[in-house]
Nanobody
Framework: QVQLVESGGGLVQAGGSLRLSCQAS????????MGWFRQAPGKAREFVAGISPGLGRTYYADSVKGRFAISRDNAKKTVNLQMNNLKPEEMAVYFCAAREGYTLASDSFDYKYWGQGTQVTVSS
């Protein structure tokens, strides 16, 4: 089992940057595919970025490619999301998620473990 705790959210102006972190517990973190999702009020939860175990292949939603970067540190059991050039429409609660195995996935239903989320507010 994996427990996830996000941090790093806050208020930023449009065009600014934030770095989110997700601290995981559990012995097999290195075997989990990790993902970041976000959910704005009244909207469905959407995939942002993911990273596989092993080689650490990354994949992104088209809307964030070139601006966001996901990374992981298996020794520290953390996964980070560097967000640059943030836009007001990206204001949301950002969630860290984990799924067992090496298959890349962007559907929230594929992820078994979730953190409580961290609020990101982008002012225009």
């Amino acid at each position: 089992q994996v427990q996830l705790v996000e941090s790093g959210g806050g208020l930023v102006q449009a065009g600014g940057s934030l770095r989110l972190s997700c601290q995981a517990s559990g012995r097999t973190f290195s075997a989990y595919t990790m993902g970041w999702f976000r959910q704005a009020p009244g909207k469905a939860r959407e995939f942002v970025a993911g990273i596989s175990p092993g080689l650490g292949r990354t994949y992104y939603a088209d809307s964030v490619k070139g601006r966001f970067a996901i990374s992981r540190d298996n020794a520290k059991k953390t996964v980070n999301l560097q967000m640059n050039n943030l836009k007001p429409e990206e204001m949301a609660v950002y969630f860290c998620a984990a799924r067992e195995g090496y298959t890349l996935a962007s559907d929230s239903f594929d992820y078994k473990y979730w953190g409580q989320g961290t609020q990101v507010t982008v002012s225009s």
